[in-house]
């Protein structure tokens, strides 16, 4: 894996984007959520790993002690430095992965209809209004009660910020304040977005854990309803975070995925 700072020139200005780039074979873009980085890079690895693939992990500038130019506060244009990236990166065939802010970043790429991208994978992901199924506010929510919604089995996987070093402790403050800035006035939806999802045109997938109580599977659905074709998936006995909970059912939905939409199959 090689970790790298990219330079992409948008128009409201440069942006630096550290990207992990890792493996060999069909290429994904993995977004992840507010959680930072260490949430999907794991996930990165396994994929790379389990079939010939080239997985593309970029950091949410202000994630991971990485910086943010102020002119960056949302997801539509963090989306559009994403195209970009792939434009600067010359690759084609493009899988498109992401988890909850993650995801709602894949559906503004989706939108935007670049013909580098064969698909998008939506992972329990946030974004979208749907009345009566809000997102969970994390912003009002201490980590162990955030960690109650995320997991099927927090035991297992939640972390206690207070275990941590300062350092990390600083970072996840970083995190958390990024997340803020980009998760817009509405927190963590945009009420335009559900009617808009309407003009995408790539083959898109929905995945969620059955026991997600951050965005519950009803608005998992409703995601999904909203894109012209899009494919619904539950995963058993996961939560917001497949990729760390349950990584082998993810790996196993988005393999079938890109096998049968990628136009350059393996």
């Known amino acids: 894996m090689t970790s790298t700072v990219r330079t992409l020139s948008l128009p409201s200005g440069d942006l630096d984007v550290t990207v992990d780039d890792q493996g060999q074979g069909h290429p994904f873009l993995l977004l992840h959520g507010g959680g930072g980085p260490q949430t999907v890079a794991p996930f990165a690895g396994l994929l790379a790993a389990q079939r010939p693939a080239r997985v593309i992990t970029p950091v949410h500038p202000g994630f991971g002690g990485t910086a943010r130019p102020h002119w960056l506060t949302d997801v539509p244009t963090l989306a559009q430095a994403y195209v970009r990236l792939l434009d600067d990166l010359g690759v084609t065939d493009v899988t498109v992965v992401g988890n909850s802010i993650g995801g709602w970043i894949a559906a503004e790429i989706a939108l935007l209809g670049s013909d580098r991208i064969s698909g998008v994978v939506l992972v329990d992901a946030a974004g979208i209004k749907v009345p009566g199924h809000p997102v969970a506010d994390p912003f009002s929510l201490t980590p162990a009660e955030l960690s109650r919604l995320a997991f099927h089995d927090p035991t297992k996987f939640a972390v206690d910020p207070a275990t941590l070093p300062e350092a990390a402790r600083a970072v996840m403050a970083a995190n958390r304040a990024a997340l803020q800035v980009y998760s817009g006035p ?34 998992g659905r409703a995601y999904a309803a909203a894109i012209p ?35 350059n199959r393996l």
Do not use: C, N
Request: hydrophobic share 40%; charged share 25%; net charge negative.
């Open 186 to 219: 509405y927190v963590m939806e945009d009420p335009t977005l559900r009617e808009r999802l309407a003009k995408v045109t790539h083959p898109a997938l929905v995945v969620w854990g059955e026991s997600d109580e951050v965005v519950d599977a009803a608005y």
């Open 229 to 263: 074709e899009a494919r619904f998936e539950l995963l058993h006995e996961t939560g917001h975070m497949p990729q760390i909970e349950t990584p082998g059912q993810l790996l196993a939905v988005v393999r079938d995925f890109t096998d049968s939409h990628a136009p």
